[in-house]
T-cell receptor, first 113, second 115 residues
Framework: DQQVKQNSPSLSVQEGRISILNCDYTNSMFDYFLWYKKYPAEGPTFLISISSIKDKNEDGRFTVFLNKSAKHLSLHIVPSQPGDSAVYFCAASDGGSQGNLIFGKGTKLSVKP | ETGVTQTPRHLVMGMTNKKSLKCEQHLGHNAMYWYKQSAKKPLELMFVYSLEERVENNSVPSRFSPECPNSSHLFLHLHTLQPEDSALYLC??????????????FGSGTRLTVV
């Protein structure tokens, strides 16, 4: 059973508009959440994270929202740019000394000019 | 070289071959990981090494054998693989510790095809 779910395999957005990528999780022990961005032929790169003690974290055009009661988080990108086109992975950690990450399947975002 | 480097970038091997994937990190991290990315599946954690000791093995078949000779190098030895093992194998490193894997850095991956 998947502990981290990204139910939308793809998303298409017009340049300048908002992109909203969603992620759900099942394990209430997760205490740290991250978003990674992956371009073709490259490894995932860290984008933004949020601790379970917060409900929002903002970094420039990227904002992550966490709703613990719903076990749901979302990544907002505004305004979206063509260079944002990539696969976005949601990941969660249950902390501990190693902080192993559990990933979702990813959502492919296409931002059209 | 900086970051996490994986070689080779692409590998095609027969089911009876033996090959190794190599990962090297120059970040001074103390934990290294192997992940597998198959089509339409999440990134799957395979192995975790912390301070050169294996701390996790997520029920990976024995045809995959990891080796971590020092904190900068990680290998994945492959033998008698199956076609369903074809995937992108990603190496990552982190400083570990506490609140999630902050500073997780991935390599570009090795695209493995088993024929």
């Amino acid at each position: 059973d998947q502990q981290v779910k990204q139910n939308s395999p793809s998303l298409s957005v017009q340049e300048g508009r908002i992109s909203i990528l969603n992620c759900d999780y099942t394990n209430s022990m997760f205490d740290y959440f991250l978003w990674y961005k992956k371009y073709p032929a490259e490894g995932p790169t860290f984008l933004i994270s949020i601790s379970s003690i917060k409900d929002k974290n903002e970094d420039g055009r990227f904002t992550v929202f966490l709703n613990k009661s719903a076990k749901h988080l979302s990544l907002h990108i505004v305004p979206s740019q063509p260079g944002d086109s990539a696969v976005y992975f949601c990941a969660a950690s249950d902390g501990g000394s190693q902080g192993n990450l559990i990933f979702g399947k990813g959502t492919k975002l296409s931002v059209k000019p | 070289e900086t970051g996490v480097t994986q070689t080779p970038r692409h590998l095609v091997m027969g089911m009876t071959n033996k090959k190794s994937l190599k990962c090297e990190q120059h970040l001074g991290h103390n934990a290294m990981y192997w992940y597998k990315q198959s089509a339409k599946k999440p990134l799957e954690l395979m192995f975790v090494y912390s301070l050169e000791e294996r701390v996790e093995n997520n029920s990976v078949p024995s045809r995959f054998s990891p080796e971590c000779p020092n904190s900068s190098h990680l290998f994945l030895h492959l033998h008698t693989l199956q076609p369903e093992d074809s995937a992108l194998y990603l190496c990552a490193s982190s400083q570990g510790g506490g609140q999630g894997a902050i500073g997780y850095t991935f390599g570009s991956g090795t695209r493995l095809t088993v024929v």
